[in-house]
Structure formats: structure tokens, C-alpha cells
T-cell receptor, first 112, second 118 residues
Framework: EDKVVQSPLSLVVHEGDTVTLNCSYEVTNFRSLLWYKQEKKAPTFLFMLTSSGIEKKSGRLSSILDKKELFSILNITATQTGDSAVYLCAGHSGGSNYKLTFGKGTLLTVNP | GAVVSQHPSWVICKSGTSVKIECRSLDFQATTMFWYRQFPKQSLMLMATSNEGSKATYEQGVEKDKFLINHASLTLSTLTVTSAHPEDSSFYIC??????????????FGNGTRLTVT
């Protein structure tokens, strides 16, 4: 059974701090690793990673994948209160059926 | 961008009634759409995969007669919760991905439907 584990489950920081969120995965026929941000409603797409060692960056957020260690991290620098959310990691298994297995998420709280 | 619209955003219904939730891909075609369920402080659990023009594929433990899925066009999938009970109260989220030749586009989610069964 596919499994995605995120750590920590929750994190409280102050504005301006840098945070690193972790995601390990065991996914059959692995195709890609995706990161989403979920505030009050549905998740919004952040990154999709398919290759090891290539950092993807969007503003203060960046992410990288290690396919050998089955691991990904999401970094947020200079955090702002608007970064407060649940960050979800999902493993995409390929094959005939497209399937995403989600981790439980990391609840990030950024205090002013 | 890829926009997925879900309606209604919240619904309250009485036990025993049925509720229909719509999911539309607004600016792209989606042969496949996905229905997730999320309990408070839990992750998203895939319920079923909706396939345009054919039967949905349900995950283990999901009752197909209770959660009816119809995917009649390349931009619309519906989930009907039949004979709803209080334990069906949850946050239901649909998602879709743009049809691409390589099949590697990310999922985009609707805003979810908060269902409360009284």
C-alpha cells in the first residue's frame, strides 16, 4: 500500500523565520511528488517534482526531490502570516490509473 | 491557469435525502476527475475516480451505490450522496487534471463542498 509521511505534523514560527517541511514516500510506479497548500478550503497547487536534485522555486517557496532516499522538502524563507496553512505532500503513482496518495499534512502557523 | 469549479460550497440536508455535488473544469478538458473526502484534521482520502463516458472506479471501502458518480462530459462530473446519514457529513473535494499526452499534469482542486446531514 502506498504511503506518504509528513513531518512535523505542526509547526509554529515567527514572521521572518525559515521553515523546512519534510515528506517521505513509498509509492509504487512513482511518477511525481506534489506539494499543495490548503487554507480554509481546497488545496492549491504549489509544485510538482519529477526529477531528483532539481530545485523548483516560486518566490519564497522552494522544493526539491530525492528519488534515491524517497524524500522531498519544502522550504519557506522569510515566512509571513499569510503562509499559515496546512501543507500537503502527495505521491503520484503511474500505471494505468492516475492516483495521488496524500500525507496528513503539516500545519504551519506563522505568528506576527 | 487550470480552474475547477465545485458547487455547492456547502449544503445542509436531512437524513435520508440525496445531495448532488457538481464539479466542472472551466478552462480545460478532463477525461478523468477525482472525488476526495476529508475529515477534520485529516488528509484527503480518494473515494473514486470518475471516467468520462464509463463507470467510475471506487476505492476499497467506498459504497458505489451510496456515492453515485456520473461523468457525462469532458468538463463535468457529479457526485450524488444517496440516502444521506449524519456519518456522511464531511468535506467533499473534487479534482481534475488537464488531459495531456504525457499524462503528467498536476491535479487541480475545486473549493470543496461542506456537507452536513442532520
Amino acid at each position: 500500500e502506498d504511503k506518504v509521511v509528513q513531518s512535523p505534523l505542526s509547526l509554529v514560527v515567527h514572521e521572518g523565520d525559515t521553515v523546512t517541511l519534510n515528506c517521505s514516500y513509498e509509492v509504487t510506479n512513482f511518477r511525481s511528488l506534489l506539494w499543495y497548500k490548503q487554507e480554509k478550503k481546497a488545496p492549491t497547487f504549489l509544485f510538482m517534482l519529477t526529477s531528483s536534485g532539481i530545485e523548483k522555486k516560486s518566490g519564497r517557496l522552494s522544493s526539491i526531490l530525492d528519488k534515491k532516499e524517497l524524500f522531498s522538502i519544502l522550504n519557506i524563507t522569510a515566512t509571513q502570516t499569510g503562509d499559515s496553512a496546512v501543507y500537503l505532500c502527495a505521491g503520484h503513482s503511474g500505471g494505468s490509473n492516475y492516483k495521488l496518495t496524500f500525507g496528513k499534512g503539516t500545519l504551519l502557523t506563522v505568528n506576527p | 491557469g487550470a480552474v475547477v469549479s465545485q458547487h455547492p460550497s456547502w449544503v445542509i440536508c436531512k437524513s435520508g435525502t440525496s445531495v448532488k455535488i457538481e464539479c466542472r473544469s472551466l478552462d480545460f478538458q478532463a477525461t478523468t476527475m477525482f472525488w476526495y473526502r476529508q475529515f477534520p484534521k485529516q488528509s484527503l482520502m480518494l473515494m473514486a475516480t470518475s471516467n468520462e463516458g464509463s463507470k467510475a472506479t471506487y476505492e476499497q471501502g467506498v459504497e458505489k451505490d451510496k456515492f453515485l458518480i456520473n461523468h457525462a462530459s469532458l468538463t463535468l462530473s457529479t457526485l450524488t450522496v444517496t440516502s444521506a446519514h449524519p456519518e456522511d457529513s464531511s468535506f467533499y473535494i473534487c479534482s481534475a487534471r488537464r488531459d495531456t499526452r504525457l499524462g503528467n499534469s498536476p491535479l487541480h482542486f475545486g473549493n470543496g463542498t461542506r456537507l452536513t446531514v442532520t
